[in-house]
């Protein structure tokens, strides 16, 4: 279709400084390493501790979105614009907030001196300096990612289809699980994308809220401002593994609405 | 449905319009004034908060510009080609470095600093001299990638040496976390999130919001404070009498009210 390409080329044009800003840091980091240094990096002793523990904890943060973020995006989605319009603006707040701020605030929240302290100390419940911190920072940082694209996709069902599945049978848990869910599937996973990459990102509000102890607290970002101190090659291969493992999950999970889609027309008429 | 969408757009200003933006946002640093810059280790940060006051009433007309960050950044920074004038540095070998590579010139030492224990005001952990240190639940220390790391892990082998490998190993094992930013240590302290911490004397004397307990001199160090003039810096006569000032009498005076050790 050349007629469309030369139509086309006008807006390429406007939206190529935006993408020549984005595409160049990542250029420049790719060209920064040597594949011994890349070989130097997944040698170095911070490398692999790093990698697991960021591995487990952003995955353990994305389930515990997913878990206690659907709900409230459901919630969103369903409740009159008014009521969620206030909720909305408190779910966004974390986009907004320094993560460096919202590690203090986890702190004063969950800290001994902070507004659960007390309850936490009770229970003999430490969570600053610990794994369960690293989570925590990574949950409330990761999770408004989430729960807006799962709101907007909700938002977009067609609530006349769930009428429909009511008048014929389904309960309100049925016609949520077999309309609902799948219908809004896409949106979700590319919220749940964005959100494990968020997690897999954070680092101001781990530093402040968890600290940086190799294997218990410190996540591949850290391990990379810990680099940056003593040799900054180190550092920008470390960060070339890390950025070239998220592009894989990431594409994978993009892959995976076409795939449910494909089984799902396979399966039989919806 | 969509409301937005994409449209293939005939109107060509835009981008040189963006590009424009951009260029004119780049060329706006140049027009003000010449200012020294001065990059400085974050430990010496009010001490030469205070030194540019003082030398800014001395020298009238003359604008310090401070930059605060770990040593180890500001050398980065330097490598990079950073407008700097002066670069003072917590640790020799981060100086040595830029030295070697002809970025900075006629380095000399200004000021020792040594380390201190640090715990909340209220010292959960009944923390009444260096020997109490293991009963620590949560100790901080520096990172070994940066000076204040480095010098910690030189106090533990000598406390080892002295105290006994058991009290070395105990404290080595009350360690939640390894960090490259001794305010941020220091924050982390005066919240009370931590029990106690090693620090700079100079960190431990800007605040009153954490208490102080020395660590005995025989297991002590003495972490040498270095300025220079940086290669390529707009103004290398400014930045000489700023560094002149930093050794002189008034310079060494301040730095003797925020906690480092001076020769005079």
């Known amino acids: 279709?050349?007629?469309?390409?030369?139509?086309?080329?006008?807006?390429?044009?406007?939206?190529?400084?935006?993408?020549?800003?984005?595409?160049?840091?990542?250029?420049?980091?790719?060209?920064?390493?040597?594949?011994?240094?890349?070989?130097?990096?997944?040698?170095?002793?911070?490398?692999?501790?790093?990698?697991?523990?960021?591995?487990?904890?952003?995955?353990?943060?994305?389930?515990i979105v997913l878990l206690a973020g659907t709900p409230l995006a459901w919630w969103l989605a369903a409740a009159p614009p008014g009521r969620s319009r206030t909720v909305e603006l408190l779910v966004d707040l974390p986009m907004v907030i320094p993560p460096a701020v919202l590690g203090i605030a986890l702190l004063q929240a969950f800290g001994r001196g902070g507004l659960m302290g007390p309850v936490l100390m009770g229970l003999d419940l430490q969570i600053p300096f610990t794994t369960s911190a690293v989570i925590l920072a990574q949950v409330v940082v990761s999770a408004p990612f989430y729960i807006q694209s799962a709101a907007a996709a909700f938002r977009r069902v067609d609530p006349d289809l769930l009428l429909v599945a009511r008048t014929l049978g389904e309960s309100r848990t049925g016609a949520f699980l077999r309309v609902s869910l799948p219908?809004?599937?896409?949106?979700?996973?590319?919220?749940?994308?964005?959100?494990?990459?968020?997690?897999?990102?954070?680092?101001?509000?781990?530093?402040?809220?968890?600290?940086?102890?190799?294997?218990?607290?410190?996540?591949?970002?850290?391990?990379?401002?810990?680099?940056?101190?003593?040799?900054?090659?180190?550092?920008?291969?470390?960060?070339?593994v890390l950025g070239g493992a998220a592009v894989l999950v990431l594409v994978a999970l993009r892959a995976v609405p076409g795939l449910w889609a494909r089984q799902r027309s396979r399966g039989g008429p919806t | 449905m969509l409301i937005f969408s994409p449209r293939p757009v005939h109107w060509r200003p835009v981008p040189h319009l963006l590009l424009g933006a951009l260029l004119l946002a780049g060329c706006a640093r140049q027009s003000s004034a010449p200012t020294l810059q001065v990059f400085a280790a974050s430990s010496f940060t009010d001490a030469f908060q205070a030194l540019e006051t003082a030398f800014e009433i001395d020298h009238p007309g003359a604008d310090v510009v401070l930059s605060f960050?770990?040593?180890?950044?500001?050398?980065?920074?330097?490598?990079?080609?950073?407008?700097?004038?002066?670069?003072?540095?917590?640790?020799?070998?981060?100086?040595?470095?830029?030295?070697?590579?002809?970025?900075?010139?006629?380095?000399?030492?200004?000021?020792?600093?040594?380390?201190?224990?640090?715990?909340?005001?209220?010292?959960?952990?009944?923390?009444?001299?260096?020997?109490?240190?293991?009963?620590?639940?949560?100790?901080?220390?520096?990172?070994?990638?940066?000076?204040?790391?480095?010098?910690?892990?030189?106090?533990?082998r000598r406390s080892a040496a002295v105290l006994g490998h058991a009290f070395a190993a105990e404290v080595r094992a009350r360690v939640v976390s390894r960090e490259s930013n001794v305010r941020l240590i220091r924050a982390k302290v005066a919240l009370g999130e931590a029990d106690a911490a090693i620090v700079y004397r100079t960190d431990a004397a800007a605040t009153d919001r954490v208490r102080e307990v020395p660590i005995p001199p025989a297991l002590n160090v003495a972490a040498d404070c270095l300025i220079g003039r940086v290669e390529g810096g707009a103004l290398p006569a400014l930045a000489d009498r700023w560094t002149g000032f930093v050794g002189g009498n008034a310079g060494q005076r301040i730095l003797a009210q925020h906690g480092f050790v001076v020769d005079r």
């Not at chain 1, 007629?3 to 840091?25: E, K, Y």
């Not at chain 2, 000399?108 to 209220?122: E, G, K, S, V």
């Open chain 2, 69 to 156: 960050a770990g040593s180890q950044v500001l050398r980065l920074q330097i490598e990079l080609g950073a407008g700097a004038d002066v670069f003072a540095s917590a640790n020799a070998h981060h100086m040595q470095t830029l030295i070697d590579q002809g970025r900075v010139h006629d380095s000399r030492i200004f000021a020792r600093n040594a380390l201190t224990l640090i715990t909340p005001l209220d010292n959960p952990a009944d923390i009444q001299q260096f020997k109490d240190l293991p009963r620590a639940r949560r100790l901080l220390v520096g990172t070994e990638a940066v000076p204040v790391g480095s010098y910690t892990a030189e106090v533990l």
């Open chain 1, 183 to 240: 219908m809004a599937l896409p949106g979700m996973v590319g919220g749940a994308a964005l959100a494990w990459a968020r997690s897999l990102g954070e680092f101001g509000a781990t530093l402040l809220f968890a600290g940086s102890l190799s294997g218990t607290t410190q996540t591949m970002p850290l391990a990379i401002y810990t680099a940056l101190e003593s040799d900054v090659r180190v550092a920008l291969a470390l960060a070339l």
């Open chain 1, 1 to 63: 279709m050349s007629a469309g390409l030369t139509r086309r080329w006008p807006t390429l044009l406007v939206a190529l400084p935006m993408l020549f800003l984005l595409a160049l840091p990542v250029l420049a980091l790719l060209l920064s390493s040597s594949p011994t240094d890349l070989a130097a990096a997944v040698d170095h002793p911070l490398f692999l501790p790093a990698l697991s523990l960021s591995a487990r904890t952003s995955l353990i943060s994305l389930a």
